[in-house]
Every structure is written in structure tokens, then in C-alpha cells.
């Protein structure tokens, strides 16, 4: 099936709307005539036999968690390009994914922390998929606000639909460490030390233990799939193409800017 994360996002409640994106690309692409082939790996091997004069490749994203390697990133990891949260304990077995949660890979139960350090719907979201299958939901952000980035009039709806599930929402709370199955945080802002230069310091506040926690869900980032285009780009079987890259693949972000992007490369093609 085409549609990578969106199919993901869709999933999550109130959320299904997003899927028009990946249905609309889709009934393009059937119209232009392209020649859709699913359910198929790309490798260097198979492009290779392609012998095309332009790979464009959009390998997407996957989140940036230790325990969650499926592109291995050798490539991208010797260049510096992979950098992994320093958060001790992610990669323990009940810290996962948003993306394993919203594929039905993972069901979790229970009491479920969710950490929103990316302010827009991959968090948000999945607390609510999550409490609609009956977990209780603890949602965290060091921001000041749950879902920061998400436009203000629908996360007001999102913050009403969170009282309403009974999703708790601490806003204001670094992550410092995962504990068997508990999880240390600290308020970021505190009042010590308020005199002279101090007071302009970012002064967190004293460690707390949050016990009880079933499954961590952190949604901190994603890291870009892009050893296959580093690997085509570097090869010297593939002198001569010209080998593009677009979408998360570039660097992990919203859609709109990865279709006016990929509108834009596919002009000068
Ligand atoms: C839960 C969630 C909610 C989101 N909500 C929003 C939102 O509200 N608004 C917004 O703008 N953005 C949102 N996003 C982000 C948005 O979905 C992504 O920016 C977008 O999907 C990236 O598209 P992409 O095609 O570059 O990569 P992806 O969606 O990651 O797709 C890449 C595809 O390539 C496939 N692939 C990888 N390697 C190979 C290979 N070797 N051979 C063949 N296929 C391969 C993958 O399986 C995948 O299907 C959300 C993301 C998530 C996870």
C-alpha cells in the first residue's frame, strides 16, 4: 500500500481526515499511468536492474528510539547523521513506539506515559488511541504546552477531548530517565536560586519517580531512512544516474512541505 506514515496518522482519532492526502496522490498517480509496483523492497540490487536514468528515493522516517533500528544506518551513523536520545533506559522492552502502537504491533494496557517532545500529533494522537482502547494515559512534554505545534483552535479540541477521556496532561515535565517500569522526570522550571545572575538560569526542578508506568511510548524525533540513498549515491555502479531524494527521507517533517518539495524536483525532471 502506498501512504508510509500517513496511514499511521490516520489511525488516531479524529485524525482519519489526513488519509484524503495518500487517496488523492494515489488517484493522481493511477491517472499519469505510473506503473505502481507494492509491497516491494528497494535495493541496491533490484535498482540496479532497473538501469532507470533517475532514482528518486523516498524512504521516509522511523522514530528515533535505540530499540527501533530496522534501517540498520550504518552509513548514516559513520557520518554522524544518527544520533540517538542520551536518556538512559529507552531501550528497554516496554518503551515503544508510536508507530508500533498505531500499526498494532505493540497493544499496550494498563498505565502508558506517553512523552510529546515533538508538539504535534504523533503524540497527541496516540494518547488518544491509546485511552479509547481502555489504557490510562499520562501524556508529558517538556514544552509548556501538550501538542505545542498543533494549530491553537485544534488542540483546544484535543485538550477537550482529553478531559473528557481523562488523559492527564503535564506539560512542563523533562524526561530524565526510564526505570523499571518507572520513569524519572523533573519539572523544567522551578523558583531556586532566584538572585542575581542565577535568575537567568534555567533552574529545573527536584527529580520525581513516576511509578506504575506499563509502557513508555516517547515520541522524540524521527531519523531519516537514507542509508539506500547514501548507498547509490556512493556506489560506482550507479555513476551516471541521477539519484534524488524527497519526503522524510531529507529530513523528517510535515507534508506540506514535502509535497511542494517533490512537486518542485519532479518539474526539472
Ligand atoms: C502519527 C503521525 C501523525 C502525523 N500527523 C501529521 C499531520 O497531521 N500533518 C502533517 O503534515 N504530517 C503529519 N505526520 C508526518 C507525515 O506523515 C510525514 O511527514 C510523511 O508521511 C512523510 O512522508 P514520506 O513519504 O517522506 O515518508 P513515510 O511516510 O515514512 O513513507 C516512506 C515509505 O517508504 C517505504 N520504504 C522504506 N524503505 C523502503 C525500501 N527500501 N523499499 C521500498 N519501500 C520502502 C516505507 O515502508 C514507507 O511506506 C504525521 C506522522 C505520524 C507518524
Keep these: 500500500m502506498l501512504g508510509g506514515q500517513v496511514r499511521l496518522a490516520a489511525k488516531q482519532p479524529e485524525h482519519e481526515i489526513i488519509g484524503e492526502v495518500t487517496r488523492y496522490l494515489e488517484a493522481a498517480a493511477a491517472d499519469g499511468g505510473v506503473d505502481l509496483q507494492l509491497g516491494v523492497t528497494a535495493t541496491p540490487a533490484s535498482l540496479r536492474e532497473l538501469a532507470a536514468d533517475v532514482i528518486v528515493i523516498a524512504t521516509g522516517s522511523e522514530p528515533n528510539l535505540p530499540n527501533q533500528q530496522r534501517d540498520d544506518a550504518k552509513h548514516a551513523r559513520t557520518l554522524g547523521r544518527q544520533v540517538l536520545p542520551s536518556i538512559p533506559g529507552l531501550d528497554q522492552d516496554f518503551v515503544v513506539s508510536s508507530d508500533q502502537i498505531l500499526s498494532g504491533e505493540v497493544e499496550p494496557s494498563g498505565n502508558v506515559l506517553v512523552v510529546d517532545d515533538n508538539g504535534h500529533w504523533e503524540a497527541a494522537g496516540t494518547a488518544e488511541y491509546l485511552s479509547e482502547r481502555n489504557c490510562r494515559v499520562q501524556v508529558i512534554a517538556s514544552h509548556s504546552l501538550i501538542g505545542e505545534d498543533i494549530e491553537a483552535g485544534t488542540r483546544t479540541l484535543f485538550y477537550r477531548r482529553a478531559a473528557i477521556k481523562g488523559i492527564q496532561l503535564r506539560p512542563s515535565t523533562a524526561l530524565l530517565e526510564v526505570g523499571n517500569h ?39 524525533g524521527r531519523r531519516s531512512r537514507e542509508d539506500l540513498f547514501l548507498h547509490l549515491k556512493e556506489s560506482s555502479e550507479f555513476d551516471g544516474v541521477q539519484i534524488e531524494r524527497v519526503g522524510d527521507c531529507v529530513v523528517p517533517r510535515l507534508i506540506q512541505s514535502i509535497i511542494s518539495e517533490a512537486f518542485t524536483l519532479a518539474q526539472t525532471l
Design 182 to 220: 518507572r520513569v524519572r522526570v523533573a519539572a523544567v522550571f522551578s523558583p531556586r536560586n532566584p538572585t542575581g545572575w542565577n535568575k537567568y538560569l534555567l533552574v529545573p526542578g527536584d527529580d520525581e519517580w513516576i511509578e506504575g508506568v506499563d509502557w513508555v511510548v516517547p515520541v522524540m
